[in-house]
């Protein structure tokens, strides 16, 4: 099934004049604040609606907990800060506060709307969303952009009146949904992998020649990944294989051996996936869309709590044959290197699960998006 044709350049230069109630151009509304994983694909939007509309005007929508007053003007953007609503996940007395806080928080960001002279609004989930559609129901349209397998409220009560909805993979329930992927920031989905090797082995202390290992599983690290590591790490050190490890902050490292790098976080992700030949890890959404934008091959290990998202979340990955998926409680020592040294012993094998993973992302989701909401504007 095709889906929608997404203009040119060309045909978007004759389109986006004079767009928008501003007098420069047109005034976008970003709301995805809270998490990196609800802020970084809403400032990808951004860049990318900039990219194509140099006068456009893009103010975030956030609030003072969270990551919103750390990544968001770093990035260069105005942020408007709204009072926070969380979304209690079960009945507490919390759910009775809320439909003040929700009232309180919905006044704020009318002010905004109306001080920004905003053209749309764009959600992408989370508990800065869900006053930003309902402050601006009935004003301006709203277009959603959904990260993960399976949508949050916010974004289920956003979708009931969208003018658009995105989504990273199919089958989200939310109407009227279209497919575009996670939008990621340039600095990954315009990586070149093989330029950068020399310098980003090096900047991590690698071997430069020899097969390298990527372990990561979010801030936090991931006590399964770890453990497993730390069991197959002879083995892979005895084949020749360097590994570079993400325990977490609050994780443990292996323990020290000759190539194996471990690191609390790693700050560069560009150039750890500039550095690896195949990785080991989890699947959130945006894990996921960076690997198969970079065209890394991976393993995949979702995380066991929540809905399953994560498991869905690669499942597309893994049927084009781009990624293999370990339940969390099967992996052990032996089994990633049942499933690693294959691809680690075997740079062709390595290189076509890579191309089928890149083939099976969508590296241009940031400007798909952004033309969506440049549509929305136009119409």
């Known amino acids: 099934m095709s889906g929608p044709r997404y203009p040119g350049p ?24 809270g998490s990196a994983g609800h802020i970084e694909p809403a400032l990808a939007v951004a860049d990318a609606i900039r990219r194509l509309v140099p006068s456009a005007t ?22 408007e800060l709204i009072p926070p609503v969380p979304l209690p996940r079960k009945p507490s007395g919390d759910l009775l506060k809320l439909p003040g806080r929700v009232r309180g928080a919905v006044s704020r960001v009318r002010e905004v ?37 399976r949508a949050g409220l916010a974004n289920k009560v956003g979708a009931r009146f969208a003018a ?40 991590f202390g690698l071997p430069p020649g020899g097969p390298v290992l990527l372990v990561f599983g979010g801030s936090q690290g ?9 069991d197959a790490l002879p083995a892979l050190v005895h084949a020749g294989v360097a590994v570079l490890h993400a ?39 945006t894990t996921v869309a960076e690997l198969t934008a970079v065209g890394l091959p991976a393993v995949y290990v979702p995380l066991p709590h929540g809905n399953g998202e994560q498991a869905l979340n690669c499942g597309p990955v893994v049927e084009a044959g781009g990624g293999r998926l370990v339940p969390d409680d099967e992996l052990t020592g ?46």
């Open 334 to 379: 032996d089994r990633a290197l049942s499933e690693l040294m294959p691809l680690l012993t075997d740079p062709s094998r390595a290189l076509d699960m890579g191309r089928r993973a890149r083939a099976a992302g969508h590296g241009d989701a940031d400007e798909r998006m952004a033309r969506i909401v440049l549509d929305v504007i136009g119409r």
């Open 247 to 285: 325990h977490g902050r609050s994780g443990t490292p292996a323990p020290p051996m000759p190539g194996y790098r471990p690191l609390p976080y790693i700050d560069r992700m560009d150039l750890a996936y500039a550095a690896a030949d195949v990785v080991l890890g989890r699947s959130g959404m």
């Open 113 to 149: 709307l109306d001080q920004v002279h905003a053209d749309v609004v764009v959600g992408f989930g989370g508990f800065v969303s869900l006053p930003a559609y309902l402050g601006a129901r009935g004003r301006v349209p709203v277009v959603v952009h959904e990260a993960n397998a």
């Open 58 to 79: 893009v103010t975030a929508l956030g609030t003072e907990k969270g990551l919103d007053t750390q990544l968001i003007p770093a990035r260069g953007y105005k942020l």
């Open 164 to 203: 658009a909805v995105g989504v990273a993979v199919e089958g989200t329930g939310l109407a009227h949904e279209q497919v575009v992927g996670m939008p990621l920031r340039r600095s990954i989905t315009g990586l070149d992998r093989a330029a950068l090797r020399g310098e980003a082995r090096r900047h």
């Open 10 to 33: 060309e045909d978007r230069t004759m389109e986006i004049r004079g767009l928008g109630n501003g007098a420069d151009g047109p005034s976008i509304v970003v709301a995805g604040g």
């Open 222 to 230: 991931a006590r399964t990944l770890n453990t497993a590591v730390a």
